[in-house]
């Protein structure tokens, strides 16, 4: 179930490329408080909260780990950028610590692949259908499970062409300047200045946008990417569709606050390239005043081209359950991984892998990781893409870490509250925090209605993490035990348990969010992690979407509702310790692992009456869906198949 609405393409936060024919990706939804033009940026995967300095740590908890009341507060990029700064560090801490992780890599290194295609052209792997077969990879006995590929990118080489900035006003898609760019004029280079037009701060004050026109055929890539060496201007681009639709944006994937945009184009057209100040994009790209004001100002240098890009993809044979990871350096800037499909199912330009816990073997400190849990046996495809020169792949495989172990996965579910260490979040440290019970009244519901509720929950758990997952059939061997504080003595502390505590309030804690898990885990490779999922915004006044007295009144079944939403807040942050990304929370299918925003009725499983606890409520599982549009990700995250593995006997 989802509401209607406009679409955009696949947007991320760096590079951003859209696959001819995937399907686009809806906006990010969030506050409905925002300004249109906040809106826009956001609708369009672009943050609007205040910066971090270029890599300092972002203020507030990790957004990538946690389910927040309003997203359009958090810094995406600045922890992106902190996240793979901090990521060869954390790497080669694994390596110390993790003998395994360190033979692995030692494997790799002794492994080396090279890349087939003559040296200096292109066209030879350059997709699934094409890729370069490696034989010799897998976890099976005999094979290699980690491995080097060598090989070089050799995208169209031009020479920009110097172009005179277009005269004011070019705020907006009619009265975009021409680049003129064509087969025999693949680039130009143009020097022009934010707050020059006539609704700058010396004229209407409604933000400056400068508009540009382009042509390009399909499969070329379209290249938007700015220079502020000479002033504080923090820049943001994004490309249009004649009609206004945003397919591609980019905040920071330049040097410091410059910004670098990648699309191919799937389809031979015009398209439309805006260069605006941080947090500025119009809420009408066909109305030059269309701005909220305050964006900042100043000169800067924009190269637009529109030319030929050299992929290489490689295929390695996996069996159901291999975990995957990879890491890239040198030249290439994106990395991808494509199923039996072949699909993409996690395209990165970003290395996020600071985010794994301590005891996961999957690689990163390169300059982009990406990860994927097999679901099917066959051939799957890494693809690298996005620079020019010679890259450098870390590729390995591991079986699932709980294959052949004891005891069996447990998840606890405590909802006593007490002391609880949240400086694992970022929050304060060692704090007590309220117990579960403590919220019932906030719902209208008596304390001594609370074993009646703790049931609910746990159903809508065992639900979501038990019952779709074994009757998923991709598992044969899933074994996953489900605890709680109610019916069961506390395991936290006990060999592969891991705990979710329903309970507390943001000042308790002192952790600004919903829910947060400790790690994004693909492997389930820490088996003794925790979760937060806090009740104060649940149980807020009615009003705000992440409370679920907004969708209370009196043909509610009460306790039926908050059990089935809270079941399914806690599923979702026990998805992300057991390796789930977040997914796009407006696009066509409702999913666990949505992120946060304005459509918490979704998450929630509220039905189309707008009612919950209602006959028409929704089952929201785990599965298909996009990746959230605002973490830097491209491609369908299967969030079932990434967890029913992780979890085996």
Do not use: C
């Not at 793979?84 to 002794?110: E, F, I, Y």
């Not at 799957?380 to 890259?391: E, I, N, T």
């Not at 979040?425 to 007590?432: K, P």
């Amino acid at each position: 179930m989802r509401r209607s609405i406009a679409t955009v393409g696949a947007v991320v936060l760096g590079l951003v490329a859209l696959t001819p024919g995937a399907a686009p990706a809806a906006p990010f939804q969030t506050d409905p408080g925002l300004s249109p033009a906040d809106q826009a940026s956001v609708d369009a995967g672009l943050p609007v909260a205040t910066k971090a300095k270029p890599g300092a740590k972002p203020a507030g908890v990790n957004p990538f780990l946690a389910l927040l009341p309003d997203p359009a507060k958090a810094d995406y990029s600045g922890w992106a950028d902190y996240m793979k700064n901090q990521a060869p560090a954390k790497d080669a801490a694994r390596l110390r610590a993790l003998p395994s992780a360190a033979a692995a890599r030692a494997a790799a290194a002794a492994v080396v692949v090279d890349e087939d295609e003559p040296a200096g052209t292109r066209g030879s792997n350059e997709d699934p259908a094409s890729a370069q077969l490696i034989k010799n990879f897998g976890t099976g006995s005999g094979q290699n499970p980690a491995i080097r590929v060598l090989g070089a990118l050799n995208p169209e080489t031009f020479t920009p062409a110097t172009r005179a900035a277009t005269p004011e006003d070019d705020g907006s898609i009619p009265l975009a300047g021409d680049t003129g760019l064509s087969a025999t004029r693949r680039a130009i280079v143009t020097s022009a200045t934010i707050g020059d037009g006539p609704h700058g701060s010396a004229g209407t004050g409604t933000n400056d946008f400068d508009f540009f026109k382009l042509q390009a055929t399909a499969g070329q890539v379209v290249t938007v990417a700015t220079a502020t060496p000479t002033g504080p201007l923090d820049t943001l681009v994004a490309l249009y569709t004649p009609d206004g639709t945003i397919v591609a944006s980019d905040d920071d994937s330049g040097e410091s606050f410059d910004s670098l945009l990648k699309y191919k184009v799937p389809a031979a057209g015009t398209y439309y390239a805006v260069v605006a100040a941080y947090s500025g994009l119009p809420a009408d790209p066909f109305d030059p005043a269309s701005g909220d004001g305050g964006a900042g100002e100043g000169p800067y240098t924009v190269t637009i081209s529109a030319a030929s890009d050299d992929e290489d993809f490689f295929a390695v044979k996996l069996k159901a359950g291999d975990v995957l990871g990879a890491s890239v350096k040198g030249a290439a800037s994106y990395l991808t991984v494509y199923d039996t499909t072949p699909r993409e199912v996690h395209g990165s330009e970003q290395d996020a892998s600071f985010i794994y816990p301590m005891d996961s073997l999957l690689p990163g400190g390169g300059n982009a990781a990406t990860d994927y849990v097999a679901t099917k046996a066959g051939w799957h495809y890494v693809g690298v893409r996005q620079g020019a020169g010679s890259y450098d792949i870390t590729v390995e495989a591991y079986r699932p870490v709980l294959q052949g172990a004891k005891p069996t996965q447990t998840l606890f579910l405590d909802f006593d509250g007490g002391r609880v260490n949240t400086g694992v979040f970022g929050g304060t440290g060692n704090v007590t925090l309220s117990p579960f019970s403590a919220f019932l009244a906030k719902w209208g519901i008596p304390r001594v209605e609370e074993d009646t509720v703790i049931d609910a929950v746990v159903a809508s758990v065992t639900e979501n993490l038990r019952r779709d997952l074994i009757d998923s059939g991709l598992n044969s061997k899933f074994r996953l035990k489900i605890l709680n504080s109610k019916d069961h003595a506390d395991p936290w502390g006990q060999k592969n348990v891991s705990r979710i505590i329903v309970g507390g309030t943001i000042a308790e804690s002192g952790v600004e969010t919903i829910g947060i898990a400790q790690s994004i885990d693909p492997g389930n490779f820490e088996t003794e992690e925790t979760a937060l999922v806090l009740q104060d915004v649940l149980s807020d006044p009615a009003g705000g979407s992440a409370s679920l007295n907004t969708y209370l009144t009196s043909a509610s079944d009460r306790v039926a509702f908050v059990g089935q939403a809270i079941g399914n807040v806690t599923a979702h942050e026990a998805g992300h310790f057991f390796g789930d990304w977040h997914t796009n929370n407006a696009d066509e299918t409702a999913n666990l692992m949505d992120s946060g925003g304005a459509n918490f009725d979704v998450l929630f499983g509220v039905g189309p009456d707008g009612v919950g606890g209602t006959a028409d409520d929704a089952d929201v599982d785990f599965g298909d869906g996009q990746f959230s549009p605002a973490e830097g990700f491209i491609g369908t995250e299967d969030t079932l198949g990434r967890i029913v593995f992780g979890l085996t006997s």
